[in-house]
Structure formats: structure tokens, C-alpha cells
């Protein structure tokens, strides 16, 4: 296994997001695993870190309604790192903070929405009035975790560090299989200011469809014109 640089950089910083919310820690103190549906991130994840290691296919459960990938990789400097700045073995209900520079956390933030997050546009059509009927495409930006203390702790990070406000709720869930969930969301004209935030480039790494996804939403954007109104 080669060296993998612990000197913080967008694409590391990236990873971390990644790792956050996807990743693993073995309790052996030396495996890391990431794991995917979408193949494509693993590519990317592994070109980021430098590994030649292969893309497995995880044993399907009989629930998953896609296929999963793993990468798996053995480092224990990089391990160690790792458990330093907040990252652990059983991580999901009980992670906090994660020591990421304030330069980076945009970075950070691109691989978290990566994993767990989610970016969704729909066209709205309401205000029937006077025979008008305005149309709007609704647009929102989620980040979730079922960890209190590590959503508080991206909820306040966001607010300190980037230029939008987003609301903090939780998720209770009537489903008895269902794992309460937190999560962040912001409002069209906040995702906005939001994605714009952490898609600074466009060489950034990142998960390509999702990028898709957000490159749409800025071009409707840019197109719409105030109260389009057309007639019923």
C-alpha cells in the first residue's frame, strides 16, 4: 500500500465527506472501507487517494433495490489519522465533529452531500387566479444523519462558514423499521447560493450525477424569468 498525504487539500478534504457518511473503519485498526452504488464515485475515490485496489460487488440482501460497490483498502497511518480527526469503528449513531480546516469544509461538504445528501427539483404548478397559472421549479438541498451530535455540529458549521441558512429538523417516522432521522434543508434560493458554494470549479471531484443534477438546476435557473404566467 503507497503513502496516502495527510496534508489537507480540496480533494482530501472531499474524501472525509466521503468517509463521513459512506465510509468504514474496521476494528482491526488498519481496513478502511468504502462503499457505493454509484461505481463511478469509487473511481474517483480511489483516484483521490492514489489506491490501484479493485471495486468489489457487495452480496446483494435481497433488500437493496441497487447494486452496492466497495473498495477496500489497509493503512494504518492513514487509519490513525482518521481516528484523530473524529472518524471511528460503528461510527453512525454516536459521530460528532469532524476536525476539518475552515478553508477545506466546502470540500468537505461536496463529499458529505455525496454520500448522504440529496439535491431534488420539481416543476410546481399553483396560484390558479384570474385564469393565470404560475409555474415554478422547486429546488432544496438535504443533508441527513441519525447522529444528533454530528448534524448540530454541520448544521452550525454551515451557518458560520457558508453564505446561506438553512432549518435543523427532526424526523420521526411512522414506519416501525424506520430509523429516526436528522436533517438540514434549505430553500430554493438558499440550495441555490448553497451548491454554488461548494461547486466552485468544474474539475472539483464529485459524483458526477449529481453534478448533472445541479448543473440543470442552474441552467433553469438562469432561464426562468420572474412570474412566468401562462393562461388556463
Partial sequence: MGIISTLWKPNLAYIIGLLTTDGNLSKDGRHITMRSSDKDLLETFKICLGLQNRI????????????SFRVQFSNVKFYRWLLEIGLFPAKTYTIGKIKIPDLYFRDFLRGHLDGDGSVFTYVDKYNFYRGRNY??????????????????WLYQTIDKLSPVKGSLNYRKYKQSNYVPMWEIKFSKKESIKLL??????NSLPCLNRKREIVSKIFNLVENEKRKIYTKV
Fill in 56 to 67: 468489489a460487488q457487495s452480496v446483494n440482501d435481497g433488500y437493496a433495490k441497487k447494486p
Fill in 135 to 152: 409555474i415554478n421549479h422547486r429546488v432544496y438541498v438535504k443533508f441527513i444523519s441519525v447522529s444528533q451530535k454530528h448534524i448540530t
Fill in 196 to 201: 454554488k458554494w461548494i461547486y466552485y470549479e
